[in-house]
């Protein structure tokens, strides 16, 4: 089946620098990618669509300065979380797009920590 | 935009009863409504889905229903074991027809 994988796991960063979590499709092409992110005990709120060759498109609230996203490849989105706060520490999550459109499948996640 | 809403956030079974998370979609042009796992510190793994063309879908032990004129749709985990317990969402396509919005999550609890 669909694969995505999600590095790093785990991250710890000091306070004002940025952080670069990559996401890629395994053994299928993914156009569209999405990130979410997680707090502890909370459901995944989704940031951005990201699509292949184009501007990613972003959520009401989620600061695109911020939170760059590149889709430079089929197979590959990043997402840097620039000068990175406390605030920020949070579980972020990619999925891509596989199979029939709407199907999609998850990575592991990362586990953000900005001390 | 759309909303799902998820019921209950908690919920406790002994091992061989069954389980029903419910949730509602606000957006009646949704068409895809997946069920996600969650373990600790992992990514959600899709379990089952179900497409508006269809109300039931089955897969052993876990079932989905869904209601498209009332628009809510339903999880149900026959004779569960302790393995089943995590964290349980509920998604419904947003309105671009792309993303996925969830719902609040569900912690299942399978004593033994």
């Known amino acids: 089946g669909a694969v995505v994988s999600q590095h790093p796991s785990r991250v710890i960063c000091k306070s004002g620098t940025s952080v670069k979590i990559e996401c890629r499709s395994l053994?299928?092409?993914?156009?569209?990618m999405f990130w979410y992110r997680q707090f502890p005990k909370q459901s995944l709120m989704l940031m951005a669509t990201s699509n292949e060759g184009s501007k990613a498109t972003y959520e009401q609230g989620v600061e695109k300065d911020k939170f760059l996203i590149n889709h430079a490849s089929l197979t590959l989105s990043t997402l840097t979380v620039t000068s990175a706060h406390p605030e920020d520490s949070s579980f972020y999550i990619c999925?891509?797009?596989?199979?029939?459109?709407?199907?999609?499948?998850f990575g592991s996640g990362t586990r953000l920590t900005v001390v | 935009g759309e909303n799902v809403e998820q019921h209950p956030s908690t919920l406790s079974v002994q091992e061989g009863d069954s389980a029903v998370i419910k949730c509602t979609y606000s957006d009646s042009a949704s068409n895809y409504f997946p069920w996600y796992k969650q373990e600790l510190g992992k990514g959600p793994q899709l379990i089952i889905d179900?497409?508006?063309?269809?109300g039931e879908k089955k897969d052993q032990r876990i079932a989905v229903t869904l209601n498209k004129t009332a628009k809510h749709f339903s999880l149900h985990i026959t004779e569960t074991q302790p393995e089943d317990s995590a964290v349980y969402f509920c998604a419904a396509i947003n309105q671009a027809g792309t993303a996925l919005i969830f719902g609040k999550g569900t912690t299942l609890s399978v004593s033994s």
């Open positions: 179900i497409r508006s063309n269809v």
């Open positions: 999925s891509a797009l596989s199979g029939t459109g709407d199907s999609s499948t």
């Open positions: 053994d299928f092409q993914a156009t569209t």
